[in-house]
């Protein structure tokens, strides 16, 4: 969906909530904090709206990328089978982490981030959103300390025993290998995703590779301008103004060119780097599948094999089939629960894939339009800059 | 002057004689000799002429690079004053020495070579040049060993004499710095001709540099046209034919560019850089004036000062001659007086006066 309305801050790309309740959320005024080595960006997060879940019509925080980084976390672990939307990449080579570019692009990503959240039909009305939206500074550090810091949650660890579990049990059952869930519709979208990712990574950095020549050819031509100036100035008369002239077309090109490979850099490379993680935001949704329906298959397994079991026990040894039969019971309740989150996952995945095909059409082809429209007007301005002095040198070299 | 009519292989800035009288020369068909470190391009020489000077109407020679350096040694040292046409430069990067556009670029600058020679009033009619467009290949060698081989020119051993004579004469003569030709207008054409070399060779430098640019600018554009062809197919449907379209743009601009970055480097940068080469050759005549001024300045001072000592020493000799024969006369005279002092003692002597 592309926004008609946009507010200064927002980025084309972010779609804003359609009739009257309104959510509207900007992430500006990126201020570097502290110094050395503990420095970071402070973004300050203003949310205007008119839904009743708010506290105001009007709030204004301030957030840290850690900030972010705690929403986006509790988001995926809550709502398995949506796509959650991307952050910017986290980490950054040192030097570029305070460049003006580099603090841009981030916080436009910030921007787009929140109000993809703002957008979504069910992410929007978490608690840890609105908490992220108005929580005071206090409050927002506790939650992140106990969230994200060396403590892993509970439920991590949990995780991380079920697999062990799994592996093993995939051992004793005789199964090197895990379970997948194989329909062909899946292997279908599983291959296009994975292709997807290859193809895309590869044209972000051809991208920037084009961002690069761009500035590089810009330079050559004002360093050319400029020689070719001195160059005019040394011979005098009749030469002298029309190397000046060229000179100065050199360098005015070369003007346009820097502005153009930021154009590119911003509004055509940046979406395709915003492609990219959602892409990976898909795969994570991915793997959360792929570890509820082993959960589910394996339960299911096991659930079939203790019913054969039951069967037996009944009629060899009546005292224990009570026992028994409450355990069964347990782990058939797990069993349907384990199936019920599985199926839920792939439920919810239809419609998110839906939605980010629709979305993803309207972004990139405005992506490329941009491209194409800088591009043309890029050329147009050079081919017309060197027509102008065509006149002129045909005069010099013909007397 | 711009030549009009033009033969297909003569670079556009070949002069050519106007008139009935006709001297056409191409450079053409480079070709590799040899193999490893003794390999080499040998060029085809066409002269086409009706001039008297020359053997026949067409004669076809095979040349090499260090003939060429040999017709333009040989033209520098005859005639001072005149710019020699400048040669294309003598080494090049190991690697690049046999690339198609390395071989081309050497090509076109030789055969504009030949031709400023031929358009040359003076340098035309040289029989050198007349030697290089017609002796056999085995004449050809034996010129070219002679004259630039170890061997020094007999010539290149009296200019070192020379030298370093006026050298010892400067630093006898206590002048440190050999002395310069300084009027108003040559110091103004000096300082024109160096300034021209410095900003020509950076305005060239710049020009490559673009070569440059364009054809990474256009190697991108054509990387960058095949990934989004390949997304475009992943995706499927309608945006498939976007992309496919905008992948094959890139990949046209992308030959574009490459074809750009190609005339610029034949046709913009390589006329700069024989622009440098021109100066320099100049620069190289400027040096022939000097020496030619500094002999002329030495032998005039050597002839002021040996003017003066003649004057003197044929003073000095006429006095000592003067001296001498005044000696002479008087001892003559003395001897007379003794003589005479002799006559009473020798009446006999007296009486018959």
New interface residues.
Partial sequence: MISTERSQSQSPRSPTAAGAPFLTISVTDPVKMGTGVQSYISYRVITKTNLPEFEGQEKIVIRRYSDFEWLHDRLAEKYKGIFIPPLPEKNAVEKFRFSKEFIEMRCQALDLFVNRIASHPELKQTEDFRIFLQADEEKMDRARSYETGIFKKPSDFLQMFKDVQSKVSDVVLGKEKPVEESTPEYEKLKN?IF??EN??A??Q???F??V???R??GQ??A??GK??K??GA??GDSLEKVFSEVGSKSEMLSVKLQREADNLLFHFEEPLKDYVRSVQSIKATMVDRANAFRQHFDLDQERKYKELNLEKLKFMNPEKFSETEVEFRELKADSEEATKRFEHIVAVMEEELARFQEQK?AD??LA?HE??KGQAKLAKDIADAWRSVLPKLEAC??S
């Fill in positions: 296009y292709e997807l193809h895309l590869e044209a950095k051809q991208a590779r084009l690069k020549r761009h590089e050819l050559s031509l360093d050319f020689a070719i001195l160059l040394c011979e059409t990139i082809g490329f491209f194409a070299s013909t």
